[in-house]
Every structure is written in C-alpha cells, then in structure tokens.
C-alpha cells in the first residue's frame, strides 16, 4: 500500500453507509480513481469543497495495486468549480463535461492532456458568456474523442481517402466527411457550410476561443452529428443526459 498524490476533478460521488463517501475523481497523474472518504458525511467540512462534483482539488490517498477502492487521506480545494456557478444552463453544461469524460475514459490510465483539457474546459464554462456554452460543449466533445484516438476526418473520404463529396456529407459510423461513391451506401448526414467551417475550428482551436467558430443556430445541428459519431465509436456513450432538460427547451434547426 502506497501513499499517493495527485491533482483530479471530482466527477460524482456516492453515499457509503451513513457517515462515508465515494468519490469518483478524475486524477491527472492516476486517471478514473474511486475514492473513499470516511467521514466525510458526519463533518462535511473536514474536506471542504474538494469533494464535491465539479472542484478540482489535490488529493493524498493509500493506493492498492488490486483494489477498486482507494482510502483518501487528505483533500485540499484548488478550485472549487460548482460554488462559483449559479445558473442552470452552466451548470448542465459543465455536468456535461464530467458525464462525458465519465463515459468515455476507461480505469485508472492516465491521460494528462484530457485531464488539462477538462480543466480548462470547466474554467471556461464558469466564466463565458452563456451563448458560447453549446460551442464550449461540442468543442469539448470533438476534443476528447480525438485524444481518445477517434478524430473525426475532415479532409478527405473518412472511408476510402479519395476526394470529398462537394455535398459536405458527414458520415458517423465512418468517423468523418466522405466521398460520393461511399455517400451511396446511406448513413450520411448533409452539413450546411457554416456547420462544417465551424466544425473544423472546434475541433482544432483551443476549447476556450470555441464561442467565436459557432453561431448558437447552428450549435443544434453540429450536436446532433458529433453525437452520433461519438455513439458510434463508444459503446457506453448514449448521450448526454446533462443537457437533455436543455434540449427540451431549444428547437432543434432543420439541417440545411
Ligand atoms: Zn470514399
């Protein structure tokens, strides 16, 4: 058993028993590590907001090579997220990015690079203006599955390589743009000009900037496609619940 340290992002947390926790951290130096605080329901305030979803705090935990649970000792706040955000639709979004990384990242291997990227990501939630939240989401989203090894292909057929549809048609089980003899096998989607323009800066420029590459009446259009492709590619991914009480109230633009 060995004492370990590490900087992580809280992504949810359970009750144990009447006066314990579970904490499912996400860690830079460790990866998904699940925590428990023993405790931490009797005197909440012996870890302050470090344990709560959202903050990003740095924590000192006995690891055990073989266990699925690793005892925290000690959890200092660096950055306590959730407190700071007071509105509904930051909130969903930024829950967003925790389902996400929860969904799609895998057991204790850690990915320093997704880790920052989930950390910027959420200081940009917390501070930009509310109609960059759907670009900041999607970016996030496009961001991830690359690190993960499922870049959307935009430059040529995501399917054979040859030259592109002038169409601008979006293949998800293919993983990108595709040609016109591969279009013909169907499960395209036809983006619209800007969608795809905005598509491409997403998924390249820092995730902070993304409010300036998406108009929010696109925002609709590219979600749905980034969803599929993400569908496609990772089992667990259904989408994100976070965001469906948002969905129901904004209507969806027709693909043009
Ligand atoms: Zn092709």
Not at 69 to 90: E, K, V, Y
Not at 159 to 168: I, K
């Amino acid at each position: 058993m060995a004492l370990v340290r590490s900087e992580g992002i809280v992504l949810k947390t359970h009750a144990l028993g009447d006066t314990s926790r579970i904490v499912v951290v996400y860690m830079r130096d460790q990866g998904l590590t699940r925590l428990v605080a023993k405790g931490a329901r009797k005197t909440p305030s012996r870890f302050g907001f470090a344990l709560e979803p959202l903050s990003r705090g740095r924590y000192v935990f006995y690891y055990k090579p073989d266990r699925d649970l690793h005892l925290l000792s000690q959890a200092d706040t660096l950055a306590p997220t959730g407190s700071r955000i007071a509105d509904l639709a930051r909130l969903a979004h930024a829950e967003a990015a925790l389902e996400l990384v929860d969904k799609l990242v895998w057991g204790e291997e850690p990915h320093a690079e997704l880790y920052d990227l989930l950390a910027t990501t959420l200081e940009s939630i917390a501070a930009a203006p509310e109609a960059s939240l759907p670009a900041l989401t999607i970016a996030f989203e496009l961001q991830v599955a690359s690190l993960l090894g499922y870049r959307p292909r935009l430059d040529a057929c995501a399917d054979c390589g040859r030259a592109l549809s002038p169409e601008r048609l979006f293949s998800p089980a293919r993983g990108g743009l595709v040609c016109d003899a591969c279009a013909a096998d169907g499960g395209t989607v036809r983006l619209s000009a800007d969608a795809l323009a905005g598509l491409a800066l997403l998924l390249t420029r820092p995730v902070h900037e993304a409010g300036q590459y998406l108009e929010v009446r696109r925002s609709g259009e590219i979600l749905r496609v980034v969803e599929a492709f993400l569908k496609h590619h990772f089992q667990r991914f259904q989408g994100l619940r976070s965001l469906e009480l948002l969905r129901s109230l904004t209507t969806p633009e027709p693909v043009a």
